[in-house]
């Protein structure tokens, strides 16, 4: 994945969809005389910051964009309260597809999947604080996108958001050779026993896999990162061995020595192509496990596949003996892949109820 020179004049048209532009259309930003922002620009009239978000009821979908030519996703910025990061679920569908090519809840889509801020400081995917939610992985469509977030929770959820985008001959030329970026949320809660978690199962065509995060909750006590992280290409499942098999869940992500800094144990870090920049502890009270955020962005190492693939992570840990434990695990992960097709094999989402943090109030109780 190669990024462009900032430097160079391209044929290209950058246009923005926000809340205060819904289409993008050139001059069509601040023109709007109602919105969220209307009572708090009310002295001030049109052009003031009259529309600034969307508010999506509950139980409803909303669409963030939609583009009807050539073009390529080039940012997202978003944000939100945090007990709507596991409650929306955000979907992309590519070139008038039924189904989409992304879906994901926000918060994992942003590295931020235990409903908890993580400070994200990677090249893809950048959380600020508090929430600022910003990818950058390219995104491009032949003929048309679709970007939707949907409410899963019986409560309206405000979202401020802005999507850019370049279009125009370039872009046409270049997205025409290009693969469509996927992405695919799975949970195992708690992982079946002598079981794997799956994060790729089964996608067929020509692609690239590029990224994994994985939110990793702890049900015993002990170290939980033994467990290995294997890639099944072009027909490697029918082997029943893969090609590309790591040596341990630290080692993929980046880290050593069950990320144990002497003196200051789990360590956070965010570097551009991977971390693990979210360590929750136990607080006595209903934080009884640990929790983990990891990323691995194979940018400048994607996988190439030719005809499928199906990637999956072990979760191990030590018992006596110096032998390997079989852990039950709480496992969460969005996998990130690009495609040359707009459809792929994908899991159907987890009910909503199956997608709450165990033990993580979402609003003040009373």
């Not at 692609?207 to 294997?230: D, F, H, I, R």
């Not at 551009?272 to 929790?291: C, F, I, N, T």
């Not at 495609?339 to 609003?363: F, K, Q, S, T, Y």
Request: charged content about 20%; hydrophobic content about 35%; overall charge negative.
């Amino acid at each position: 994945m190669t990024l462009p020179d900032p430097s160079r004049l391209r044929n290209v048209t950058t246009r923005s969809i926000s809340p205060e532009n819904f289409d993008g259309s050139k001059a069509g930003g601040g023109r709007a005389t109602e919105g969220t922002g209307a009572a708090c620009a009310a002295d001030l009239g049109q052009g003031w910051k009259v529309s600034p978000s969307v508010d999506v009821a509950g139980l409803s979908t909303v669409d963030l964009a939609a583009i009807d030519e050539p073009g390529r996703i080039t940012h997202i910025w978003l944000t939100t309260h945090r007990s709507n990061w596991r409650s929306l679920v955000i979907r992309a569908y590519w070139d008038g597809s039924d189904e989409p090519a992304v879906e994901v809840p926000l918060g994992d889509f942003f590295c931020n999947g235990w409903g908890t801020f993580a400070q994200v400081s990677s090249a893809m995917v950048a959380a600020n604080p508090h929430g600022g939610f910003n990818t950058y992985w390219p995104m491009p469509f032949r003929e048309s996108a679709r970007l939707t977030v949907e409410n899963l929770a019986d409560r309206v959820a405000t979202v401020y958001y802005q999507v850019t985008y370049e279009t125009g001959a370039e872009v046409a030329e270049q997205v025409a050779g290009s693969g469509y970026l996927h992405a695919q949320f799975r949970r195992s809660n708690p992982l079946p026993l002598k079981q794997t978690h799956p994060l790729v199962t089964g996608v067929e065509g020509r692609g690239q896999y590029v990224g994994t995060y994985l939110a990793w909750g702890v049900n015993s006590p002990g170290w939980w990162g033994e467990g290995e992280v294997k890639f099944y290409l072009d027909g490697d499942v029918e082997e029943g061995f893969p090609t590309i098999c790591g040596t341990g869940t630290e080692d993929y992500f980046g880290g050593a020595w069950n990320f144990d800094v002497p003196g200051r144990g789990y360590t956070e870090y965010s570097t551009p192509y991977l971390g693990m920049p979210q360590v929750l502890r136990p607080d006595g009270l209903y934080r009884s496990q640990q929790r983990f955020g990891m990323y691995r962005w194979h940018v400048p190492d994607p996988i190439h596949f030719e005809r499928d693939l199906t990637v999956d992570v072990q979760a191990l840990g030590w018992k006596s003996g110096h032998r390997y434990r079989l852990l039950q695990d709480d496992l969460a992960s969005t996998a990130f892949f690009y495609l040359d097709r707009p459809v792929a094999n994908r899991p159907a989402l987890p009910h909503h109820d199956d997608l709450e943090i165990a033990g993580e109030p979402m609003e003040p109780m009373t």
